[in-house]
């Protein structure tokens, strides 16, 4: 088990491949925030990335609340993010939604009890001719209907417990 000392460390390496001008912010928050076991970004961890780049903290913490993809809480393995801008919603995402959260067990923001899938939306994921669209920890689906959405998070789902 990792120590608060080698989280620290840890921190610091990530930190030190980037130079220390403001301009690394975002590359150096999402290398720290997608760092296993963490996946979010700690008020210790927001810290030290404000005095590694000489920031004030509230600077670092506005950049890592306007993004999305950033979290400063705990979430699980896998992040599904579904999207709900117009097109999708218009193509049944408000029931595709529905879907999911009846199938992982848990509302928008929260953590499946086994700690696998968090349930976000999204306002827009890029994909309108694709309606509706999800991604699951990068890789986008399209076209989806709830049959094809359960069998994306089965097969994520199988293919975790097989590591």
Do not use: W
Not at 47 to 72: G, H, I, N
């Amino acid at each position: 088990m990792a120590t608060a000392r080698d989280e620290e460390v840890a921190v610091r390496d990530v930190m030190e491949k980037y130079p220390a001008t403001r301009d690394n912010l975002l590359d150096i928050l999402h290398e720290l925030q997608g760092a296993e076991p963490r996946q979010y970004l700690s008020l210790e961890v927001l810290r030290a990335v404000a005095e590694y780049l000489r920031m004030p903290l509230s600077e670092v913490m506005d950049a890592a609340s306007f993004y999305s993809m950033y979290s400063f809480v705990p979430r699980g393995r896998h992040i599904v993010r579904l999207c709900v801008s117009p097109p999708c919603r218009l193509f049944g995402g408000e029931a595709l939604l529905e879907a999911l959260k009846k199938r992982l067990g848990v509302e928008v923001g929260e953590t499946t009890p086994d700690g696998a899938f968090t349930l976000e939306t999204s306002s827009c994921l890029g994909a309108c001719g694709n309606a509706p669209a999800m991604m699951i920890d990068g890789t986008l689906y399209g076209d989806l209907t709830e049959a094809k959405a359960a069998e994306v998070v089965s097969r994520v789902r199988r293919e975790d417990a097989a590591r």
